[in-house]
């Protein structure tokens, strides 16, 4: 039987009372894993997730080392508690599909040639998932990266467009995911420059270009999160 409501949108309000252009409440915290070089849990809406940085280090098995620049793995992985229908363990098609993507989002900003012959392992656990867990996986793991020391062009933000009941919105909930037309997920450094897009169903040319649009404008408010929870676990911590 299908939970699929009549509309929604109503009155410019989604089900969950945000305007078409909101986000999810926002909720970020750096450092919370002292084992991992960096750390940064992350809530967006209903998803929680948890992203560790480990390196960079030396590469096993060393077969997989690169001599001029260092090696990225993403891991992402979804607790079999964390939706509704419990998630068979492991790895499946879609966590690797997502591991590959979040880490070609991540790796145009890391200075790989810093670290020949070494490996960074970013590893994202999603606690409770509500759409869109793969943006906040690489949010965290963006600001995991800066906790831990790796030097980059700049933080990468992440967020999804889509579209729902005929109108674009921003970060679409589970419900929306499923019942909407359009959900398309993006990645970007501060300058704009994309390093994530997917898309799953339709636009017009004109919604693809307001889409784009809208999801600037998300990132944007997510780089301002990721920047104040970094600076607030740094502030006052010398360098000497
Ligand atoms: N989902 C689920 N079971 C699964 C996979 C996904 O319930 O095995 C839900 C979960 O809430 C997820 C949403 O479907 O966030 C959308 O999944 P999608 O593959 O579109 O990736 P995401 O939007 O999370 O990046």
Do not use: W
Not at 16 to 35: F, N, T
Not at 99 to 108: D, F, I
Not at 188 to 196: A, F, R, V, W, Y
């Amino acid at each position: 039987m299908s939970d699929k409501p009549n509309k929604l949108i109503e009155k410019g309000k989604r089900l969950d009372g945000r305007k078409v252009d909101e986000l999810r409440p926002i909720k970020m915290e750096v450092g919370v894993l002292k084992r991992a070089d960096g750390s940064c849990y992350m809530e967006l809406g209903g998803n929680k997730a948890i992203a560790a940085v480990y390196g960079p280090r030396a590469v096993h098995p060393r077969h997989l080392q690169e001599a001029t620049q260092v090696i990225i793995r993403y891991r992402y992985d979804m607790a079999s508690f964390s939706v509704k229908e419990r998630k068979r363990p492991g790895p499946d098609r879609r966590s690797i599909e997502i591991s590959k993507v979040s880490r070609e989002a991540l790796a145009p900003v890391i200075l790989k040639e810093y670290f020949p012959r070494s490996v960074i392992d970013i590893f994202v656990e999603i606690l409770q998932a509500d759409a869109g867990t793969r943006t906040v996986g690489i949010n965290a793991s963006s600001v995991a990266l800066a906790d831990a020391g790796i030097p980059m062009r700049g933080i990468v933000s992440s967020c999804a467009v889509g579209k729902v009941d005929g109108e674009i919105v921003l970060d679409l909930t589970g419900q929306e995911d499923n019942y909407g037309e359009a959900d398309m997920p993006i990645a970007m450094t501060q300058d704009g420059k994309i390093t994530l897009l997917q898309m799953d169903g339709h636009l017009t040319k004109e919604e693809f270009a307001q889409a784009i649009e809208l999801a600037k404008k998300g990132c944007k408010q997510i780089y301002e999160v990721q920047r104040s929870a970094l600076i607030s676990k740094y502030e006052g911590v010398s360098n000497v």
